[in-house]
Nanobody
């Protein structure tokens, strides 16, 4: 049974920074693909960033250069460092794990960017 626990969301002013963390209970963490998704009210959920077991990364075009995804396999944790935040980044952010064709999700954490 996989559990993903997220933390680090909150309220920040435009131009500010936040770091999201997601810690997994799974012992196979190091061979999984991890990602961060976000969903704003009335909009579809979108992939923000992805990191593979090889440490190769993919980013949504609108966050490239501002967000950085990383993983610490010794801690079973994936991070999303978010810099230069904009109001349009406001959403609920979800941690995701893919393993053997299945998806596992964190509980979601609210990120609000507002002055």
């Amino acid at each position: 049974q996989v559990q993903l626990v997220e933390s680090g969301g909150g309220l920040v002013q435009p131009g500010g920074s936040l770091r999201l963390s997601c810690t997994a209970s799974a012992s196979i963490f190091s061979i999984t693909t991890m990602g961060w998704y976000r969903q704003a009210p009335g909009k579809e959920r979108e992939l923000v960033a992805r990191i593979f077991s090889s440490d190769t990364t993919n980013y949504l075009a609108s966050v490239k250069g501002r967000f950085t995804i990383s993983r610490d396999n010794a801690k079973n944790t994936v991070y999303l460092q978010m810099n230069s935040l904009k109001p349009e980044d406001t959403a609920v952010y979800y941690c995701n794990m893919k393993y053997l064709g299945r998806d596992y999700w964190g509980q979601g954490t609210q990120v609000t960017v507002s002055s």
